[in-house]
């Protein structure tokens, strides 16, 4: 069993004059790790990431994650090399496929999605080791005698993680990458059998995003969680859902609901205890443990509510 790091997510619409006392903050109560978001048309992840690292002096930092065809892959190296060299061991690296409508809106979305992050991890974390790389004739990622200067070449380098979901996908982490982040819901069913179809050859890191509330009043806990799930059920989460026992219920609960708003309202509180980390801190630390048990490392909480920063000391109490 595997007791996981308690991470907390900086929200993608946090103001910007906000950021950096939330990472402060999160780090003041004692959270191991912080992980920033990038999503189109909000904030870049390295320069989020460089900013959150300068202005605290112990929290480690996870971008999670960049979309790999956004970034020429050795232009992201510079950048996560540039990280790992001013903070050695307080970054971790998450790449991925990127949302596809997102990915094809600026011209990026690659021919072979699956073949193009693979080959885009493997250069990567060659890059970081201080490798000169070159691809074969037709490869997807295209590098002709690339490598860092000996002088950006990290000490620690850090680990590369891939932001996936589907079973290739999955299975394409546990070949080339050090581990997985996990979008949000993390329930322990999806968990176990996202690390199944991972299958590495040594345990992987996993990350595990979850929507939290954490409140004396379970049922307060509950209702806010819920303002966190309205996208539930929409195509990209099914295989976050599929291996949950009330799957098929909760898609029929999506289907007649005139807004995703109203669906939130009508989750029945034991599907939200498995579909968010919600409750009083007892609760959410036994949820917690269970995804631990499940394979998780590294449990990454999403504030919710209206002000992400106070959320964060109602979080904390289960440290």
């Given at each position: 069993m595997t007791t996981p790091s308690l991470g907390v997510l900086l929200p993608r619409d946090l103001p910007a004059d906000?950021?950096?006392?939330?990472?402060?903050?999160?780090?003041?109560?004692?959270?191991?790790?912080?992980?920033?978001?990038?999503?189109?048309?909000?904030?870049?992840?390295a320069a989020q990431?460089?900013?959150?690292?300068?202005?605290?002096?112990?929290?480690?930092?996870?971008?999670?994650?960049?979309?790999?065809?956004?970034?020429?892959?050795?232009?992201?190296?510079?950048?996560?090399?540039?990280?790992?060299?001013?903070?050695?061991?307080?970054?971790?690296?998450?790449i991925g496929h990127?949302?596809?409508?997102?990915?094809?809106?600026?011209?990026?979305?690659?021919?072979?999605?699956?073949?193009?992050?693979?080959?885009?991890?493997?250069a990567l974390r060659a890059l970081l080791r201080g490798e000169t790389v070159t691809t074969a004739p037709g490869a997807a990622v295209v590098l002709d005698g690339v490598a860092l200067d000996p002088s950006s070449v990290p000490d620690v380098v850090p680990d590369v993680l891939l932001g996936v979901r589907g079973p290739r996908s999955l299975a394409a982490a546990g070949r080339v990458a050090q581990g997985v982040v996990l979008a949000e819901p993390c329930a322990p069913a999806y968990v176990r059998a996202a690390v199944a179809q991972v299958a590495a050859p040594t345990p992987p890191r996993v990350v595990a995003y979850d929507v939290a509330a954490v409140d004396d009043d379970e049922a307060r806990a509950l209702a806010l969680a819920r303002t966190g799930l309205t996208w539930i059920g929409e195509p990209d989460w099914v295989p976050h859902v599929a291996p949950l026992p009330f799957a098929a219920d909760l898609a029929?609960?999506?289907?007649?609901?005139?807004?995703?708003?109203?669906?939130?309202?009508?989750?029945?509180?034991?599907w939200v205890r498995e579909l968010a980390l919600a409750g009083t801190p007892a609760d959410v630390r036994e949820r917690i443990a269970a995804r631990g048990a499940a394979g998780a490392t590294t449990c990454v909480l999403f504030p919710t509510g209206p002000d992400p920063v106070a959320a964060l000391e109602s979080l904390a109490r289960v440290r």
């Open positions: 906000r950021v950096l006392e939330h990472a402060r903050r999160a780090e003041a109560l004692g959270f191991d790790e912080l992980w920033v978001v990038e999503d189109l048309g909000f904030r870049g992840g990431a460089a900013a959150v690292l300068a202005a605290t002096e112990r929290i480690h930092v996870g971008i999670g994650i960049v979309p790999a065809a956004s970034r020429d892959v050795a232009f992201a190296a510079m950048d996560a090399a540039t990280l790992a060299r001013l903070f050695p061991g307080r970054v971790t690296f998450g990127g949302m596809p409508d997102w990915m094809r809106s600026v011209g990026r979305w690659p021919a072979r999605p699956l073949t193009y992050l693979e080959e885009y991890t493997v029929a609960l999506r289907a007649r609901c005139a807004s995703p708003e109203e669906f939130a309202a009508a989750l029945p509180d034991a």
